[in-house]
């Protein structure tokens, strides 16, 4: 009987076969799904900060931090989660100074491949008023596709703001997904929405970042921690450590001519780990 199927309905044949193959993910799916959170390499590695830094990277924290960049700069990051599995994370992101402020775009794809996805696309503005006050505004795009099953859109905003203080310190507070945007009815899919204050402290060499991040649809208060040592002009060394859950941080950054080389590993005591390659490219 089942070969009888088969011959006739190799469609559905083949349906089936992927959802006993993804099960897992499908359960996971039935039950809820929470829209990732994302990183660059040099956030990730300083113990998931990025409140009060600034850089292209600020593209997946503080929307403010992006009005710290002097020149374009584009770059590529590609993170395996829990190294052992086939979920993974790739993002584009492109900065622009210009005299009207700071211009970003980013793109990224999270999930796996002819599976379950997440799709982000956000164009972002940050400016400066004054040489100490920093705002920043992004809107989001974003797609939730599993395939034979549905494909939902929506779209969120997010706010930040960054202070600089005397001695290169630094405050900043970002709210991401500001009015909680949703997925819709199909799929109880959450859009994170989070609120983060955060500080970083230069000490000769080293910069220390400590971020307290809210999130509201868990209810969840989460610390993080990290620190970064730059050793000359062509080496740094990051680490850190998150609490709620406990995660172990590190990584390393290199820059050659206009490259800069950045990677980032995230150890769970119980998942594994997470590494994160970035290429960034700075133009003249």
């Known amino acids: 009987m089942l070969r009888t199927f088969v011959r006739l309905h ?64 584009a ?41 379950y ?48 203080l005397e001695q290169g310190t630094a405050v900043g507070f970002q709210y991401t997904n500001i009015g909680s945007a949703r997925y819709g009815q199909d799929i109880y899919g959450t859009i994170p929405a989070y609120a983060i204050f955060g500080i970083s402290h230069p000490m000769g060499e080293v910069r220390l970042s400590a971020d307290a991040a809210y999130r509201s649809e868990e209810e969840v208060l989460s610390g993080h921690l990290g620190l970064e040592y730059q050793i000359g002009t062509v080496l740094c060394l990051r680490g850190g450590l998150s609490v709620n859950p406990v995660l172990q941080h590190a990584g390393f950054g290199i820059v050659w001519r206009h490259f800069v080389f950045d990677a980032a590993a995230t150890f769970h005591p119980r998942l594994g780990t997470s590494p994160q390659i970035g290429v960034c490219y700075a133009f003249r």
Not at 54 to 61: D, H, P, R
Not at 64 to 72: H, I, N, S, V
Not at 118 to 130: D, M, V
Not at 148 to 164: K, M
């Open 10 to 73: 190799p469609f559905f044949f083949y349906i089936f076969t992927c959802m006993i193959s993804r099960w897992p993910i499908l359960l996971l799916i039935s039950f809820g799904c929470n829209a990732q959170t994302y990183l660059g390499p040099r956030y990730q590695a300083m113990g998931h900060t990025g409140a009060a830094l600034q850089g292209i990277y600020s593209l997946t924290a503080n929307p403010a931090g992006l009005a710290g960049m002097d020149r374009p700069m």
């Open 75 to 115: 770059t590529i990051t590609h993170q395996y989660h829990f190294l052992t599995t086939d979920i993974a994370t790739q993002q584009a992101m492109l900065g622009l100074p210009t005299r009207l402020g700071t211009f970003g775009v980013a793109a990224s794809r999270y999930g796996i491949q002819q599976g």
């Open 117 to 164: 996805q997440e799709l982000r696309g956000g164009f972002t503005l940050a400016k400066r008023f004054g040489p100490q006050f920093s705002v920043g505004l992004s809107t989001v795009f974003h797609q939730l596709f599993i395939p034979y099953y549905l494909t939902n859109r929506s779209f969120s905003v997010d706010l930040g703001v960054q202070y600089a």
